[in-house]
């Protein structure tokens, strides 16, 4: 059997987490960065953002490594097992998100070719909402925490709502002002970039969640009030 | 050192292909049923195919477990290892495609409510494409087999032209005539939901690439031409 209690596989647990963390910050900033280049019309921003979705996707396929690396050399059992499977599911989120920003910074610059619609009000709202649900999910993730955990997926509502609100606005729109739909479809995308950034966080709360209780939530059609 | 070489371990892992190949079997039903009953404007049809997603997440979760058993007992080294982190991603994947057929089924039942726009030829051409890159990206996934692999991804550029021109023709369409806009829009989401399927296809078939061939084609901008 091997030893699970010495100190180099505990610290690699550690790289492994903080890598986590790094690829979560910087798909945070991500969608930060592709928001403020929509609002400010940015576009050496939304290119800058674009372009550095080649570091999240190194990240992705260093994290896979580690992982594998990890359950080839320390073999482990028991929740450090499930751990490492969680994270090597977590990346693939991760990776995903940052498409999803990089997939706004383009709609951005469409949207950036046209005149203003209307003022931004639901979107930064929901990006903000976004990003905190992602940087939570992960925060359950490395403290193993299953009530923050919940949390994040109890927040998925407000984003799917705010989705469907601003979703029948711009239909609206549309259909009064046909002209209008050259800058009320990118928006359009954007909001449901970010409904499905949302839809992300709550897959990695969802699988915190299941790696500390053991129980899947996953395909539950409500919510537990408690775990 | 567990031995690798003995029956058992062989027809777990066969158990675990089998398992995968179930359940592409499933979504990939799932996909045709979906775009059946939006063809034949069938509603029991829809929600048939809404319901049979929890067969899809059921699997999920037992595929899950059973890598997750496979690892621990067997504690397997370099490409059965691989094999199986692969397996847990690919899992992700077929999940999230039996989300998507479910969404298509949930547009079809708004189509329906509506009278039918034009008659449906890129749609259906489209589902087709998607389902076969599904079935050939899990054939390359248990047979191991790096050159069916390369030609799914390579086919993930007819689909996205597919949907390119329908997004055009139908954006034409709702500038044209606003009152189609709400047969268009549900429309325009069925076709991106059958791009995204795609997309997972092809996400199954780099990281088969990637397991056969210890290289990684996910990031690259360009498809190599021969592996």
């Known amino acids: 059997m091997p030893l699970h209690t010495d100190r ?12 986590i963390l790094e690829m979560g910050g910087l798909v945070e900033d991500q969608i930060a960065q592709a928001i403020r280049a929509l609002i400010g019309r940015d576009e050496a921003l939304a290119r800058a953002t674009i372009e ?5 996707n190194r990240l992705d396929v260093e994290i896979d490594d580690l992982c594998i690396k990890i359950l080839a050399l320390r073999q482990p059992a028991a929740r450090d097992l499930r751990l490492i499977t969680t994270a090597l599911k977590v990346t ?24 203003d619609l209307k ?3 639901d979107i930064p709202r929901m990006a903000d909402q976004a990003r905190d649900m992602v940087h939570r999910a992960l925060d359950a993730f490395v403290r193993e925490d299953a009530e923050l955990a919940l949390a ?50 709550t897959n990695i709360a969802e699988m915190v969640i299941f790696l500390v209780r053991g129980r899947s939530i996953r395909h539950l059609d409500t919510l537990p009030r408690t775990l």
């Open 52 to 56: 550095r979705d080649h570091t999240v």
């Open 152 to 201: 994040v997926c109890a927040a998925d509502d407000a984003i799917d709502q705010l989705h469907a609100q601003l979703f029948r606005e711009l239909l609206s729109f549309m259909a009064e002002e046909p002209r209008t739909i050259r800058q009320a479809m990118p928006l359009l995308f954007v909001s449901k970039a970010l409904e499905r950034i949302a839809d992300h966080a």
């Open 92 to 115: 693939t989120d991760l990776e995903r998100i940052g498409d999803l920003a990089a997939h706004i910074a383009e709609r951005a610059l469409e949207i950036m070719a046209e005149p």
């Open 8 to 19: 180099t596989f505990e610290e690699q647990l550690g790289h492994l987490r903080a890598s």
């Open 119 to 121: 003022p931004y009000i």
